[in-house]
């Protein structure tokens, strides 16, 4: 499927590092390569302080890069202002984790809708406005009155479909999800990933979808790429990730997901893996799951492993294979 | 034959706001019995967490009151008329709390070692040396690795996995016959969930501690309940075994909560099967069945008249009014179920 499709994002060898005062680099994102291509979601996973939102943020441009390059379309995007960065802006937009915090309080939800329009100077004059923002929320599924109303008088699943909304009004091609259901409750989620794939359907969207509900990436993927103290240790169809894991972080990290069904959860081996997570502050060259790996050897703990196409786009960043 | 901890008997809980009174829960029965984890799934605001801080006495007046009519008892004895000086012998000691969020459940400026403690010396005539090493012993049943040196350290120190076993060591600290998870692992990623999980396991068959288990992730549910409450809008809406639950639920809002998650096997993207709209104000409850407004089923009946419990089996309840002979002749259906699957 994707092999035909052209490539919309392009993230090479990105890295961003935060410095920390005394202590040296973060390194949040550390040399990560994948491209996206058009019409696909692509979902990025991986537990909490992977990098996985710092990943999503640096391609949006709400962090500047510390290396690597970025393109989107074929343009380079790591570096942008002005007109550019204006050109950018209107091709990709954001939802954000946090229903509750991330829409101004003192807006009116039309307004927040109409924001967008207004910077682009999209549907010029009051009336194909108010329209299009009544457009906007009959498809989230809210009604035309809603316009009128503020956040706070929306229960969370509302919210984000209010965020859908805004992300939407500026008729953006690429949107990166960071989150978008892990504020909600289950029976409200459903709502708000089947809204996500119907939206893709009709409007043709390319997303970034960032999560660490492992079923629900499968569920709504293309391909899945999987982070680890920010580096990307596999990536593949997301079918073929699932049912075959070949880095053992990744197959641990499967095998910890609870299934909602008592006769496998009961029987299912948890692969146990021991520690924690190590401080992504100042790491040395060498694999970052090599202190936590089952199948380390010497040459894990000095040599970072590449990502290797072991065929059928199935890559891999593994000294195993 | 397990022995009876814990019996709730028509809890009804409110909260007296400037917007009116809520009312949280809204006559929850359940037992609860030696070695048993019972597990309470619903959304947020269904009255889980609401339940279980009235099983620790947690409810606090004059905005929240536990009205007149409930009863809980704990080990035969009726623990809502218990006065302060009871109630602080039971908390920690007979029963023990895991709160949700171990970021914010430990106090920031007490060393490690010192919060553990406090429950041991509170509750037990012992010296401090035996005290800590108790601490140390609590410690590594935990799996914490160095207790001695972990000790002296202060929360900010641990990762926020080993800060939930910490607070699982505070609530070991007394050995409590009834153990209350509010979530415990909801702030969690999956493989320190899991770790999380295995510990407690451990302990309840350890220990032969009684559990109750709230949580909205039917995934942790169906590795560690034996029995399971599913609640709604303040009521227990069905009530059975871990099996029953899963395998044929008899309530529409339980079949429809458990098609809501997407399994690994499913095709992707397929649509899931959604449950519309958004639980009641608790405000003004409902007049019937909580869940009718959002319930494909809802008969006319359902609107005016809350449902009352229909037995299934020794273990299993659900109050529905599918479950009615008039409904089962009109629709022509034997089983509750049937009608689920058609949909």
């Known amino acids: ?321 | 034959m397990t022995k009876q901890l814990l019996e709730v008997n028509n809890l009804r809980i409110s909260f007296h706001t400037y917007a009116g009174e809520v009312q949280a829960v809204r006559g929850v029965s359940f037992k609860v019995s030696e070695g048993e984890c019972m597990a309470i799934v619903g959304e947020s605001g269904s009255g889980k967490t609401v339940t279980s801080k009235a099983v620790l006495g947690l409810i606090e007046p004059p905005s929240g009151e536990v009205k007149a009519t409930s009863s809980i008892t704990f080990a035969g004895q009726e623990i809502l008329n218990f006065s302060d000086r009871q109630w602080r012998n039971y908390r920690g000691k007979d029963a023990a709390m895991i709160f949700q969020d171990p970021m914010t459940s430990l106090n920031p400026t007490m060393k490690i070692g010192r919060q553990i403690m406090e429950n041991i010396l509170l509750h037990n005539k012992i010296s401090r040396q035996e005290a800590r090493q108790r601490t140390v012993e609590l410690l590594q049943m935990v799996n914490i690795p160095n207790p001695e040196e972990r000790l002296t350290q202060y929360p900010y120190e641990f990762s926020g996995g080993m800060r939930q076993r910490v607070v699982i060591a505070i609530a070991l600290a007394c050995k409590p016959r009834l153990m209350i998870a509010d979530e415990p692992t909801t702030a969690l990623d999956v493989t320190i969930q899991a770790q999380i999980l295995q510990l407690l396991r451990n302990i309840q068959q350890q220990e032969h501690t009684a559990v109750i288990m709230i949580t909205h992730d039917l995934g942790v549910v169906a590795g560690m309940a034996d029995f399971i409450s599913v609640m709604y809008a303040g009521r227990i809406v069905e009530q059975g075994s871990v099996i029953e639950i899963f395998n044929h639920p008899q309530h529409p809002y339980t079949s429809a909560l458990l098609k809501a998650v997407p399994s690994l096997s499913q095709p992707n993207k397929a649509p899931l099967q959604i449950i519309p709209g958004t639980p009641p104000d608790m405000i003004a409850p409902p007049q019937g069945c909580g869940f009718a407004s959002r319930c494909q089923y809802c008969m006319k009946i359902c609107q005016q008249r809350d449902p009352a419990y229909t037995r299934l089996s020794d273990t299993h309840q659900a109050a529905c009014w599918l479950h009615e002979a008039q409904a089962r002749t009109a629709f022509g259906y034997q089983d509750v179920s049937e009608v689920f699957n058609h949909a």
């Open chain 1, 1 to 321: 499927m994707p092999e035909n499709k052209s490539k919309l994002v392009q993230v090479e060898h990105l890295k961003k590092y935060f410095t920390i005062r005394k202590k040296g680099q973060l390194m949040a994102v550390d040399d990560v390569s994948f491209d996206i291509y058009r019409g696909e979601t692509f979902g990025l996973v991986g537990e909490s302080g992977c990098g996985k939102t710092t990943c999503g943020r640096t391609i949006i441009g709400l962090y500047p890069a510390t290396s690597g390059h970025l393109y989107y379309d074929g343009k380079d995007i790591t570096h942008l202002s002005g007109a550019q960065a204006h050109w950018f802006k209107k091709r990709a937009q954001m939802i954000f984790q946090d229903p509750y915090a991330s829409l101004n309080p003192r807006m009116t939800v039309g307004d927040i809708i109409a924001e967008g329009m207004e910077n682009f100077g999209l549907y010029p004059g009051a009336r194909p406005r108010q329209q299009r923002i009544q457009e906007l929320l009959g498809l989230v599924g809210l009604n035309k009155e809603h316009a009128n109303r503020f956040p706070h008088e929306f229960s969370g699943g509302q919210r984000q479909r209010i965020g859908i909304a805004r992300a939407l009004a500026v008729d953006p091609e690429f949107i990166i999800c960071d989150e978008p259901i892990s504020a909600l409750d289950v029976s409200i989620q459903a709502q708000v990933v089947n809204l996500l794939i119907r939206l893709q359907q009709e409007l043709g969207l390319t997303y970034l979808f960032i999560a660490h509900d492992l079923s629900m990436v499968k569920h709504i993927s293309d391909r899945v790429a999987v982070m680890y103290m920010g580096h990307l240790v596999e990536l593949a169809a997301s079918d073929a990730l699932y049912s075959q894991p070949l880095h053992p972080y990744t197959q641990a990290l499967l095998s910890a997901i609870p299934i909602p069904d008592p006769r496998i959860e009961r029987q299912k081996n948890v692969l146990p893996l021991e520690g924690e997570v190590g401080s992504p502050i100042n790491c040395q060259p060498g694999c970052r799951f090599a202190s936590r790996c089952p199948r380390a050897m010497a040459r894990c703990h000095q040599e970072t492993p590449e990502l290797k196409d072991l065929g059928a786009r199935h890559l891999v960043a593994c000294h195993l294979y």
